[in-house]
Protein backbone atom coordinates (compact mmCIF):
# COMPACT_ATOMS: atom_id res chain seq x y z
CA UNK A 1 0.00 0.00 0.00
CA UNK A 2 1.49 3.19 -1.13
CA UNK A 3 0.31 7.22 -0.50
CA UNK A 4 0.23 9.48 -3.42
CA UNK A 5 2.94 10.89 -2.05
CA UNK A 6 4.95 7.87 -2.33
CA UNK A 7 3.79 7.98 -6.22
CA UNK A 8 4.89 11.61 -6.56
CA UNK A 9 8.34 11.02 -5.09
CA UNK A 10 8.79 7.25 -7.50
CA UNK A 11 7.64 9.12 -10.79
CA UNK A 12 9.78 12.41 -9.57
CA UNK A 13 13.36 10.17 -9.73
CA UNK A 14 15.13 10.54 -13.20
CA UNK A 15 18.07 10.84 -15.53
CA UNK A 16 20.17 7.89 -17.59
CA UNK A 17 23.18 9.05 -19.52
CA UNK A 18 26.59 8.22 -20.02
CA UNK A 19 29.19 8.05 -17.02
CA UNK A 20 32.14 10.22 -16.99
CA UNK A 21 35.10 10.52 -15.18
CA UNK A 22 35.52 13.33 -12.78
CA UNK A 23 38.99 14.63 -12.26
CA UNK A 24 40.13 15.09 -8.66
CA UNK A 25 42.00 18.34 -7.18
CA UNK A 26 45.04 16.30 -7.66
CA UNK A 27 44.41 15.44 -11.13
CA UNK A 28 43.96 11.83 -10.60
CA UNK A 29 40.97 10.13 -12.47
CA UNK A 30 37.89 9.03 -9.96
CA UNK A 31 37.35 5.77 -9.17
CA UNK A 32 33.46 5.93 -9.26
CA UNK A 33 31.94 7.57 -12.47
CA UNK A 34 29.86 11.15 -10.96
CA UNK A 35 27.05 12.74 -12.83
CA UNK A 36 26.79 15.99 -13.87
CA UNK A 37 23.68 17.85 -14.43
CA UNK A 38 23.27 20.99 -15.63
CA UNK A 39 20.51 23.71 -17.07
CA UNK A 40 21.04 25.63 -20.52
CA UNK A 41 19.47 29.08 -21.62
CA UNK A 42 16.01 27.97 -19.06
CA UNK A 43 12.88 30.29 -18.85
CA UNK A 44 10.37 28.45 -16.30
CA UNK A 45 7.28 28.85 -15.01
CA UNK A 46 3.78 27.29 -13.95
CA UNK A 47 0.55 27.17 -15.89
CA UNK A 48 -1.07 29.39 -13.68
CA UNK A 49 1.82 32.49 -14.10
CA UNK A 50 1.61 34.55 -17.50
CA UNK A 51 6.02 35.46 -17.23
CA UNK A 52 8.67 32.90 -16.21
CA UNK A 53 9.28 32.59 -12.40
CA UNK A 54 12.71 31.60 -12.93
CA UNK A 55 15.35 32.29 -16.11
CA UNK A 56 18.97 31.63 -16.48
CA UNK A 57 21.50 31.28 -19.10
CA UNK A 58 23.21 28.39 -17.40
CA UNK A 59 23.27 26.94 -14.12
CA UNK A 60 25.49 23.99 -12.85
CA UNK A 61 25.18 21.11 -10.59
CA UNK A 62 29.17 19.86 -10.65
CA UNK A 63 29.68 16.06 -10.54
CA UNK A 64 30.57 14.49 -7.49
CA UNK A 65 29.85 17.59 -5.58
CA UNK A 66 27.60 18.97 -2.66
CA UNK A 67 26.12 22.01 -4.47
CA UNK A 68 23.52 24.13 -1.54
CA UNK A 69 20.49 26.51 -3.38
CA UNK A 70 20.36 29.40 -1.60
CA UNK A 71 17.79 32.41 -1.18
CA UNK A 72 14.89 34.49 0.33
CA UNK A 73 11.32 32.80 -0.42
CA UNK A 74 10.02 33.46 -3.38
CA UNK A 75 13.61 33.43 -4.90
CA UNK A 76 12.98 30.65 -7.19
CA UNK A 77 15.40 27.65 -6.15
CA UNK A 78 12.67 24.75 -5.56
CA UNK A 79 11.12 26.12 -8.79
CA UNK A 80 14.21 25.19 -10.89
CA UNK A 81 14.74 22.22 -8.50
CA UNK A 82 11.84 20.88 -9.80
CA UNK A 83 12.89 21.44 -13.12
CA UNK A 84 16.15 20.06 -12.74
CA UNK A 85 13.77 16.40 -11.75
CA UNK A 86 11.37 16.83 -14.56
CA UNK A 87 9.21 17.55 -12.63
CA UNK A 88 8.47 20.77 -14.73
CA UNK A 89 9.09 21.10 -18.73
CA UNK A 90 10.48 24.40 -18.97
CA UNK A 91 9.08 26.61 -21.42
CA UNK A 92 12.68 27.78 -22.66
CA UNK A 93 15.71 25.50 -22.56
CA UNK A 94 16.94 21.93 -21.47
CA UNK A 95 18.32 20.25 -18.60
CA UNK A 96 21.15 17.70 -19.30
CA UNK A 97 22.46 15.04 -18.00
CA UNK A 98 26.02 13.98 -18.70
CA UNK A 99 24.77 16.05 -21.94
CA UNK A 100 21.41 13.59 -22.47
CA UNK A 101 18.29 15.91 -22.31
CA UNK A 102 16.15 14.50 -19.14
CA UNK A 103 13.12 15.34 -21.44
CA UNK A 104 13.88 12.51 -23.70
CA UNK A 105 14.54 9.41 -21.02
CA UNK A 106 11.44 7.36 -19.52
CA UNK A 107 10.33 7.47 -15.60
CA UNK A 108 12.11 4.21 -14.66
CA UNK A 109 14.65 5.56 -16.83
CA UNK A 110 15.59 8.55 -15.18
CA UNK A 111 14.82 6.95 -12.08
CA UNK A 112 17.70 4.65 -11.84
CA UNK A 113 20.22 8.03 -12.35
CA UNK A 114 18.30 10.66 -10.26
CA UNK A 115 16.53 10.89 -7.38
CA UNK A 116 14.14 13.51 -5.58
CA UNK A 117 13.08 14.28 -1.97
CA UNK A 118 10.33 16.92 -2.30
CA UNK A 119 9.28 19.62 0.66
CA UNK A 120 6.15 17.36 1.45
CA UNK A 121 5.57 13.60 1.60
CA UNK A 122 2.73 11.42 3.17
CA UNK A 123 2.63 7.99 3.36
CA UNK A 124 0.13 5.47 4.68
CA UNK A 125 0.65 5.54 8.76
CA UNK A 126 0.70 1.65 8.95
CA UNK A 127 3.16 1.56 6.55
CA UNK A 128 6.57 0.60 8.40
CA UNK A 129 9.67 2.31 8.11
CA UNK A 130 11.45 -0.49 6.18
CA UNK A 131 8.22 -0.53 3.85
CA UNK A 132 8.65 2.69 3.09
CA UNK A 133 12.41 1.99 1.98
CA UNK A 134 11.70 -0.63 -0.29
CA UNK A 135 9.65 1.63 -2.13
CA UNK A 136 13.09 3.32 -2.87
CA UNK A 137 14.00 -0.45 -5.30
CA UNK A 138 11.18 -0.13 -7.26
CA UNK A 139 13.21 1.16 -10.73
CA UNK A 140 15.32 -1.88 -10.22
CA UNK A 141 12.89 -4.14 -10.92
CA UNK A 142 9.71 -5.10 -13.49
CA UNK A 143 6.16 -5.37 -11.70
CA UNK A 144 5.88 -8.56 -11.13
CA UNK A 145 9.89 -9.15 -10.13
CA UNK A 146 10.02 -10.10 -6.22
CA UNK A 147 12.77 -8.26 -4.09
CA UNK A 148 16.21 -9.91 -4.43
CA UNK A 149 19.58 -9.71 -2.50
CA UNK A 150 20.60 -6.82 -4.61
CA UNK A 151 17.14 -4.68 -3.37
CA UNK A 152 17.62 -6.41 0.73
CA UNK A 153 21.35 -4.94 0.89
CA UNK A 154 20.43 -1.90 -0.55
CA UNK A 155 17.48 -1.28 2.15
CA UNK A 156 19.88 -2.14 4.59
CA UNK A 157 22.62 0.32 3.49
CA UNK A 158 20.19 2.92 3.18
CA UNK A 159 18.50 2.51 6.50
CA UNK A 160 22.08 2.35 7.87
CA UNK A 161 23.76 5.95 6.34
CA UNK A 162 20.29 7.42 7.37
CA UNK A 163 20.63 6.36 11.01
CA UNK A 164 17.19 4.58 11.03
CA UNK A 165 18.14 1.28 11.20
CA UNK A 166 16.79 0.87 15.04
CA UNK A 167 13.26 2.66 13.40
CA UNK A 168 13.21 -0.03 10.49
CA UNK A 169 9.67 -2.15 12.17
CA UNK A 170 8.17 1.16 13.19
CA UNK A 171 5.11 2.73 11.49
CA UNK A 172 5.73 5.89 9.83
CA UNK A 173 2.79 7.83 11.29
CA UNK A 174 4.41 6.73 14.72
CA UNK A 175 7.79 8.60 13.84
CA UNK A 176 8.25 12.17 15.18
CA UNK A 177 9.16 14.86 12.42
CA UNK A 178 12.82 14.12 12.18
CA UNK A 179 12.63 10.60 12.04
CA UNK A 180 10.19 11.04 9.02
CA UNK A 181 12.89 12.71 6.95
CA UNK A 182 15.22 10.45 7.77
CA UNK A 183 13.20 7.74 7.15
CA UNK A 184 11.58 9.25 3.26
CA UNK A 185 15.69 10.20 3.16
CA UNK A 186 16.49 6.81 3.68
CA UNK A 187 13.99 5.33 0.79
CA UNK A 188 15.53 7.86 -1.51
CA UNK A 189 19.06 6.59 -0.98
CA UNK A 190 17.66 2.76 -1.38
CA UNK A 191 17.39 4.12 -4.90
CA UNK A 192 20.83 4.41 -5.37
CA UNK A 193 20.96 7.17 -8.14
CA UNK A 194 24.52 8.99 -9.31
CA UNK A 195 22.29 12.42 -8.30
CA UNK A 196 20.26 12.88 -5.48
CA UNK A 197 18.31 16.22 -4.70
CA UNK A 198 16.68 17.50 -2.16
CA UNK A 199 13.94 20.15 -1.42
CA UNK A 200 14.66 21.80 1.49
CA UNK A 201 15.08 18.68 3.76
CA UNK A 202 15.89 20.42 6.78
CA UNK A 203 12.97 22.35 6.91
CA UNK A 204 10.94 22.58 10.55
CA UNK A 205 13.35 19.91 12.27
CA UNK A 206 14.94 20.71 15.23
CA UNK A 207 18.60 21.54 15.34
CA UNK A 208 19.51 18.06 15.96
CA UNK A 209 17.83 16.39 13.01
CA UNK A 210 18.95 19.75 10.99
CA UNK A 211 22.40 18.06 11.31
CA UNK A 212 21.87 14.60 11.53
CA UNK A 213 20.18 15.33 7.55
CA UNK A 214 23.29 17.46 6.63
CA UNK A 215 25.78 14.52 8.13
CA UNK A 216 24.30 12.22 5.82
CA UNK A 217 24.66 14.25 2.59
CA UNK A 218 28.14 14.59 3.52
CA UNK A 219 28.82 10.97 4.14
CA UNK A 220 27.21 10.05 1.39
CA UNK A 221 28.60 12.52 -0.76
CA UNK A 222 32.51 11.79 0.33
CA UNK A 223 31.93 7.95 0.69
CA UNK A 224 29.76 6.99 -2.90
CA UNK A 225 30.48 10.10 -4.88
CA UNK A 226 26.75 11.24 -5.11
CA UNK A 227 26.34 14.28 -7.01
CA UNK A 228 24.08 16.40 -4.47
CA UNK A 229 21.89 19.65 -4.92
CA UNK A 230 19.73 20.53 -1.63
CA UNK A 231 17.74 23.83 -0.91
CA UNK A 232 18.21 24.99 2.45
CA UNK A 233 17.22 28.16 3.98
CA UNK A 234 20.12 28.44 6.35
CA UNK A 235 22.79 29.96 4.72
CA UNK A 236 24.97 29.57 7.90
CA UNK A 237 24.40 25.63 7.43
CA UNK A 238 24.69 25.81 3.36
CA UNK A 239 28.44 27.84 3.77
CA UNK A 240 29.37 25.02 6.52
CA UNK A 241 28.24 21.47 3.97
CA UNK A 242 28.47 22.27 0.51
CA UNK A 243 31.15 22.20 -1.92
CA UNK A 244 29.21 25.19 -4.11
CA UNK A 245 26.63 27.46 -3.32
CA UNK A 246 24.19 29.05 -5.95
CA UNK A 247 22.53 32.26 -4.74
CA UNK A 248 19.09 33.77 -6.20
CA UNK A 249 17.46 36.48 -6.09
CA UNK A 250 14.15 37.47 -7.85
CA UNK A 251 13.71 33.82 -10.24
CA UNK A 252 17.76 34.65 -10.99
CA UNK A 253 20.95 33.21 -10.28
CA UNK A 254 22.91 36.26 -8.18
CA UNK A 255 26.01 34.12 -7.98
CA UNK A 256 27.98 30.99 -7.96
CA UNK A 257 30.61 29.15 -6.40
CA UNK A 258 32.45 27.51 -3.63
CA UNK A 259 31.12 29.50 -0.06
CA UNK A 260 34.04 31.27 1.05
CA UNK A 261 33.51 33.19 -2.44
CA UNK A 262 30.24 33.98 -2.67
CA UNK A 263 29.12 34.21 0.91
CA UNK A 264 29.89 38.13 1.45
CA UNK A 265 28.36 41.22 3.38
CA UNK A 266 27.11 42.15 -0.10
CA UNK A 267 25.19 39.21 -0.56
CA UNK A 268 23.75 38.83 2.75
CA UNK A 269 22.34 42.89 2.25
CA UNK A 270 21.67 42.49 -1.92
CA UNK A 271 19.87 39.11 -1.71
CA UNK A 272 18.60 38.22 1.92
CA UNK A 273 18.22 41.82 3.24
CA UNK A 274 20.40 41.37 6.39
CA UNK A 275 23.27 43.29 7.92
CA UNK A 276 25.45 41.41 8.74
CA UNK A 277 29.14 40.69 8.78
CA UNK A 278 31.46 37.97 7.55
CA UNK A 279 33.89 36.00 8.60
CA UNK A 280 35.04 34.39 5.40
CA UNK A 281 38.29 32.47 7.23
CA UNK A 282 36.65 30.66 10.05
CA UNK A 283 37.61 26.86 10.07
CA UNK A 284 34.28 25.43 8.67
CA UNK A 285 33.05 28.11 6.58
CA UNK A 286 31.53 31.69 6.36
CA UNK A 287 31.04 32.58 9.60
CA UNK A 288 27.74 35.19 9.56
CA UNK A 289 27.35 37.49 12.20
CA UNK A 290 23.76 38.97 11.55
CA UNK A 291 22.76 42.47 13.36
CA UNK A 292 19.62 43.51 11.76
CA UNK A 293 17.22 43.18 9.06
CA UNK A 294 16.94 45.99 6.31
CA UNK A 295 13.95 47.77 4.59
CA UNK A 296 13.13 46.60 1.65
Known amino acids: MTGDSIQRSEDAAQVNA ?45 AGEVT ?41 ELAR ?3 LLSQENEAPGSLTVEDLVYHGRYPHRSFFESVNDEDEQAVERA ?3 AGVTHLRDEEVGNLSGGQKQLAWIAMVLAQDTDVLLLDEPTTYLDLHH ?18 VAVVLHDIGQAARFADNLIAMKDGEL ?22 ADVDADHPTGPHISPHRALDD
Not at 94 to 101: Q, R, T
Not at 210 to 227: F, G, K
Not at 254 to 275: A, C, M, Q, T
Open 68 to 108: ALVGPNGSGKSTLLKAMAKQLDPDRGHVLLDGAAIRDLGTK
Open 113 to 115: RLG
Open 254 to 275: YDWGPPRKVVSDELLRDVFRVD
Open 159 to 161: LEL
Open 18 to 62: ERTDVERDDETPSETPCTHLRGEDLAIGYPTTEQPVVECERVDIP
Open 210 to 227: QLRVMEVIRTLNSERDVT
